[in-house]
C-alpha cells in the first residue's frame, strides 16, 4: 500500500514537472526576446559601422568587389547615383598646364578624355596610388597605353605613349613613373590622352584635375548622376581647352627648363606620400592573425581603420594595415 502511494506520488510529479518544462521554457525564451532584438540592432549598427569603414578605406572595393581582369579596357557596370571620390594624396600625370582637346563630342564623336600636351619621351605619372590593370597596343586608338585601378573607385588612362615603364598587376605609388610622352595609335601630335573611369563609365576628368593650375579640384568630390551633366560642361568652361596652340615650352610647363625637370621636381612631394596597403581578410582571420601576417601590431591596426581591439573580422572584409 505504502509502495502503491508511492509511485503514484511520483507519477503526480513527474507529469507536473513535463508540463511545467515547457512553461518555463516560453518564460525564459519570452524575458530573452527584447535582449535578442536589442543585440541584433545593435549587431545591425555595427555591421553598418563597419561597412562605413570600408568604403572610407577602400571604395574601389565596394565598387568592383573581386571582379579584376587584363583583358577588357573598357568594363562597364552600373553606375552607382552618386559617389564620394577622394582626390588626396595626387599627383598630376604631368606638370603641363596646356589642354589640347576638351572632354565631350569631337569631329562627330565622342572623346573620352582630355589630350594634354607632351612631348616625346616626357616621363607621366600616375595619378594616385594604385594597381596596373593593363598595358597594351592599341594602334587604332589608344596606342600604346596604361590602365591604373585606384582605391578610391577611379581608374585612369594614359595614351599614345611612346613607351611603357609598368607591367600589368604591378602596385603603383602617386607620382612614380609609368610611361613616357608620345605619339603612337591615332593621334596627330606629340600628347597625352588622359581619361578618368568610374565602373567602367568615362568622366570628364575636368571634374577632378585642373591641369591650368596644377591642382586637383577639391580633397574630395561628389559625383551624382543627377547633376553630371551640368558639372562637366561647368568643369569643361572653367579647366578645358583656351586658345588654338602655338604654346612655347615655357608656356606648356609653367617655368623654364627641360621638362623633365619640372616634372620631377612637380612629382617629388607627392611620391614621398605614405602608402596605404590593405589587407582582404579571408576565413577564420582575427585582428591578430592578420597582424603577425602583415608584421604590425593590432594597436596600429585599430588605429588605421576606428576598430576596437575585439573587433570581429569577417571574410573579405578590406582591411588598411600600413
Same mark, same amino acid.
Given at each position: 500500500?505504502?509502495?502503491?502511494?508511492?509511485?503514484?506520488?511520483? %507519477?503526480?510529479?513527474?507529469?507536473?514537472?513535463? *508540463?511545467?518544462?515547457?512553461?518555463?521554457?516560453?518564460?525564459?525564451?519570452?524575458?530573452?526576446?527584447?535582449?535578442?532584438?536589442? =543585440?541584433?540592432?545593435?549587431?545591425?549598427?555595427? &555591421?553598418?559601422?563597419? $561597412? !562605413?569603414?570600408?568604403?572610407?578605406?577602400?571604395? =574601389?572595393?565596394?565598387?568592383?568587389?573581386?571582379?579584376?581582369?587584363?583583358?577588357?579596357?573598357?568594363?562597364? %557596370?552600373?553606375?552607382?547615383?552618386?559617389?564620394?571620390?577622394?582626390?588626396?594624396?595626387?599627383?598630376?600625370?604631368?606638370?603641363?598646364?596646356?589642354?589640347?582637346?576638351?572632354?565631350?563630342?569631337?569631329?562627330?564623336?565622342?572623346?573620352?578624355?582630355?589630350?594634354?600636351?607632351?612631348? $616625346?619621351?616626357?616621363?607621366?605619372? !600616375?595619378?594616385?596610388?594604385?594597381?596596373?590593370? $593593363?598595358?597594351?597596343? /592599341?594602334?587604332?586608338?589608344?596606342?600604346?597605353?596604361?590602365?591604373?585601378?585606384?582605391?578610391?573607385?577611379?581608374?585612369? $588612362?594614359?595614351?599614345?605613349?611612346?613607351?611603357?615603364?609598368?607591367?600589368? #598587376?604591378?602596385?603603383?605609388?602617386?607620382? /612614380?613613373?609609368?610611361?613616357?610622352?608620345?605619339?603612337?595609335?591615332?593621334?596627330?601630335?606629340?600628347?597625352?590622352?588622359?581619361?578618368?573611369?568610374?565602373?567602367?563609365?568615362?568622366?570628364?576628368?575636368?571634374?577632378?584635375?585642373?591641369?591650368?593650375?596644377?591642382?586637383?579640384?577639391?580633397?574630395?568630390?561628389?559625383?551624382?548622376? !543627377?547633376?553630371?551633366?551640368?558639372?562637366?560642361?561647368? !568643369?569643361?568652361?572653367?579647366? +578645358?581647352? *583656351?586658345? #588654338? +596652340?602655338?604654346?612655347?615650352?615655357?608656356?606648356?610647363?609653367? &617655368?623654364?627648363?627641360?621638362?623633365?625637370?619640372?616634372?620631377?621636381?612637380?612629382?617629388?612631394?607627392? =611620391?614621398?606620400?605614405?602608402?596605404?596597403?590593405?589587407?582582404? =581578410?579571408?576565413?577564420?582571420?582575427?585582428? /591578430?592573425?592578420?597582424?603577425?601576417?602583415?608584421?604590425?601590431?593590432?594597436?596600429?591596426?585599430?588605429?588605421? #581603420?576606428?576598430?576596437?581591439?575585439?573587433?570581429? *573580422?569577417?571574410?573579405?572584409?578590406?582591411?588598411?594595415?600600413?
Amino acid at each position: 500500500m505504502a509502495l502503491k502511494k508511492t509511485l503514484k506520488t511520483l %507519477t503526480i510529479s513527474l507529469l507536473f514537472a513535463l *508540463v511545467a518544462e515547457p512553461v518555463a521554457g516560453q518564460d525564459l525564451l519570452a524575458r530573452q526576446a527584447p535582449v535578442d532584438r536589442r =543585440a541584433k540592432k545593435l549587431d545591425s549598427i555595427e &555591421v553598418r559601422s563597419v $561597412i !562605413a569603414r570600408e568604403n572610407i578605406a577602400s571604395p =574601389a572595393a565596394q565598387l568592383y568587389g573581386d571582379e579584376w581582369n587584363n583583358r577588357y579596357t573598357h568594363h562597364q %557596370t552600373e553606375l552607382p547615383d552618386s559617389f564620394i571620390i577622394n582626390l588626396r594624396h595626387f599627383c598630376m600625370p604631368t606638370p603641363s598646364r596646356v589642354v589640347t582637346s576638351n572632354f565631350g563630342n569631337r569631329w562627330g564623336r565622342q572623346h573620352k578624355g582630355l589630350d594634354i600636351k607632351v612631348y $616625346i619621351g616626357d616621363t607621366i605619372r !600616375a595619378a594616385f596610388n594604385g594597381k596596373i590593370r $593593363i598595358v597594351r597596343y /592599341e594602334p587604332r586608338g589608344y596606342g600604346n597605353y596604361v590602365v591604373i585601378r585606384h582605391p578610391n573607385g577611379l581608374e585612369t $588612362i594614359y595614351g599614345h605613349l611612346s613607351k611603357q615603364l609598368v607591367r600589368e #598587376n604591378q602596385v603603383v605609388r602617386a607620382g /612614380e613613373p609609368i610611361g613616357l610622352g608620345g605619339n603612337t595609335g591615332r593621334s596627330t601630335g606629340s600628347h597625352l590622352h588622359f581619361e578618368t573611369r568610374l565602373c567602367g563609365v568615362a568622366l570628364n576628368p575636368g571634374l577632378f584635375f585642373d591641369f591650368r593650375n596644377q591642382d586637383v579640384v577639391a580633397d574630395q568630390v561628389l559625383f551624382s548622376k !543627377a547633376t553630371y551633366e551640368r558639372e562637366s560642361r561647368n !568643369a569643361t568652361r572653367e579647366r +578645358g581647352k *583656351v586658345g #588654338n +596652340g602655338g604654346y612655347t615650352r615655357d608656356q606648356i610647363y609653367g &617655368v623654364p627648363g627641360r621638362s623633365k625637370d619640372n616634372m620631377a621636381a612637380y612629382a617629388m612631394s607627392a =611620391a614621398n606620400q605614405p602608402e596605404r596597403v590593405y589587407y582582404k =581578410a579571408v576565413k577564420g582571420d582575427t585582428l /591578430e592573425s592578420i597582424a603577425k601576417k602583415c608584421g604590425v601590431t593590432i594597436n596600429e591596426i585599430c588605429r588605421l #581603420n576606428g576598430y576596437r581591439k575585439n573587433q570581429r *573580422v569577417r571574410p573579405g572584409q578590406i582591411i588598411r594595415y600600413v
